[in-house]
């Protein structure tokens, strides 16, 4: 089996009411349902990730693609939002299969990055395509949960903005006020990068520079990797495990 398909799950949600129930949930614009994929995250009420995926129509109901790891807790937390709403939440045995070369029938373009290509959920899951998807993700400079994302995480600061995860003009939804106010009113400190590396440096390892920390590596494809950094102590010499760390760009 794919390796890819063990790691995520997909909840069906059903009901006459499943779309604006997601729309006061969720951090993007469920309208955006009728034109393919749609990234979205579900936040605290302070802003914060509890979890990333992907929403796609199913006719009248909705497939949300997640991480294995998250469906228990958000189908809970969904749950708990529902209150007297018409909507059902279901898991489902249904798989994810992606890709980058051609898109088999029923396969939708990835919304965060065209170079990421396609994702498709069926019956079973399809053979990896050899990908790089490490190097992919590097390239692209797309967070990953458990990688880069995490419940620490803001959208902002992760580059939901510019990965097509977050609408500013769809009104209100949990976590929306902060989020708001990071966009408007302050300037980011701190941020998703990609930076070099010369030497050994594992994924996890703490960044410093001048002996302070300014960060953490993230994922690694040779000598280039995912950062997440505080940008006022970032961009001089920087130090991972035995590796010396440049600063390339910021997103």
Not at 55 to 66: I, K, P, S, W
Not at 104 to 121: E, M
Not at 151 to 169: K, Q
Not at 181 to 199: C, F, I
Request: proline share 3%.
């Amino acid at each position: 089996m794919d390796t890819y398909a063990v790691k995520r799950r997909v909840l069906r949600l059903a009901g006459g009411d499943v779309r604006d129930f997601l729309q006061g949930l969720v951090s993007n614009d469920v309208a955006r349902l009728d034109r393919g994929l749609v990234y979205a995250a579900m936040l605290t009420p302070q802003g914060k990730l509890i979890a990333d995926f992907f929403l796609q129509a199913d006719g009248a109901e909705v497939l949300m693609d997640l991480p294995a790891d998250q469906t228990a807790g958000l189908a809970r937390r969904l749950a708990m939002y529902k209150l007297r709403a018409a909507v059902t939440i279901a898991e489902t045995d249904l798989a994810v299969s992606r890709g980058t070369g051609a898109a088999p029938d029923g396969a939708l373009a990835d919304p965060r990055d065209a170079r990421l290509g396609w994702r498709l959920i069926g019956p079973e899951a399809l053979a990896e395509d050899g990908t790089d998807w490490d190097a992919l993700h590097v390239e692209t400079m797309v967070p990953r949960w458990g990688r880069e994302l995490g419940p620490d995480s803001y959208l902002l600061e992760m580059g939901f903005e510019r990965l097509s995860g977050v609408d500013f003009r769809k009104g209100c939804y949990v976590g929306q006020e902060v989020t708001a106010r990071m966009k408007h009113k302050t300037e980011l400190r701190k941020g998703l990068a990609q930076v070099q590396l010369d030497g050994a440096a594992a994924e996890g390892s703490e960044i410093t520079a001048g002996g302070k920390p300014v960060g953490v590596l993230g994922t690694r494809a040779g000598d280039r990797a995912l950062a997440y950094l505080r940008f006022d102590r970032a961009g001089g010499e920087m130090q991972a495990g035995a590796a010396r760390v440049t600063l390339l760009s910021t997103g």
